[in-house]
T-cell receptor
Framework: KQEVTQIPAALSVPEGENLVLNCSFT??????LQWFRQDPGKGLTSLLL?????REQTSGRLNASLDKSSGRSTLYIAASQPGDSATYLC???????????FGKGTKLTVNP | NAGVTQTPKFQVLKTGQSMTLQCAQD?????MYWYRQDPGMGLRLIYY???????DKGEVPNGYNVSRLNKREFSLRLESAAPSQTSVYFC???????????FGEGSWLTVV
């Protein structure tokens, strides 16, 4: 059974810092991996989608990498801003299944 | 752009009552999903519909029924609500398997 872990559960950084959020998964036979952002009381917003054949994806100040063999993905946020404060979730998709397996998220606070 | 719209946003039910959560998307997506989000459990798939006219069980389908009314609409019904169904429910959609998934704003359900 696929399990997705995100450590740490919470992270607090000063504004301007570059930071890395981690996501690990137990079964490397994945189809893709998505990173989402969730603001309090809101739904999830997709940030980046990495297919299993890809190593990384970039969008603005965000860069997500994928290492299937080690069961790890990282989300790099450059020059963090208070507006980046949110919970970040990763989710793994597996071949032949519509079901995404979600991690429990990392709550990020960027302090002014 | 409306995206994925869920109603109601908040609902309080008594044990044993029934209710239907409505979801509609305006992105012409084939696939639609219902997830629930619970503290400490992350997001879990309840049911999904890969195309109009089809529905399939997810990870936690017991106590729920769904209807894919047409390509736009996917409803979730609780026939006899139980306190264990207190949760935040998210509807989502995508163009299909392996593609970016878009979430609604969520429906907060409390069963007393």
């Amino acid at each position: 059974k696929q399990e997705v872990t995100q450590i740490p559960a919470a992270l607090s950084v000063p504004e301007g810092e570059n930071l890395v959020l981690n996501c690990s998964f137990t079964d490397s036979a994945i189809y893709n991996l998505q990173w989402f952002r969730q603001d309090p009381g809101k739904g999830l917003t997709s940030l980046l989608l990495i297919q299993s054949s890809q190593r990384e994806q970039t969008s603005g100040r965000l860069n997500a990498s994928l290492d299937k063999s080690s069961g790890r993905s990282t989300l790099y946020i450059a020059a963090s801003q208070p507006g980046d404060s949110a919970t970040y979730l990763c989710a793994v998709g597996q071949g032949g299944s519509e079901k995404l397996v979600f991690g429990k998220g990392t709550k990020l606070t960027v302090n002014p | 752009n409306a995206g994925v719209t869920q109603t109601p946003k908040f609902q309080v039910l008594k044990t044993g009552q029934s209710m239907t959560l409505q979801c509609a998307q305006d992105m012409n997506h084939n696939s639609m999903y219902w997830y629930r989000q619970d503290p400490g459990m992350g997001l879990r798939l309840i049911y999904y519909s890969a195309s109009e006219g089809t529905t399939d069980k997810g990870e936690v389908p017991n106590g729920y029924n769904v209807s894919r009314l047409n390509k736009r609409e996917f409803s979730l019904r609780l026939e006899s609500a139980a306190p264990s169904q207190t949760s935040v429910y998210f509807c989502a959609s995508s163009t299909g398997f392996g593609n970016t998934i878009y979430f609604g704003e969520g429906s907060w359900l409390t069963v007393v």
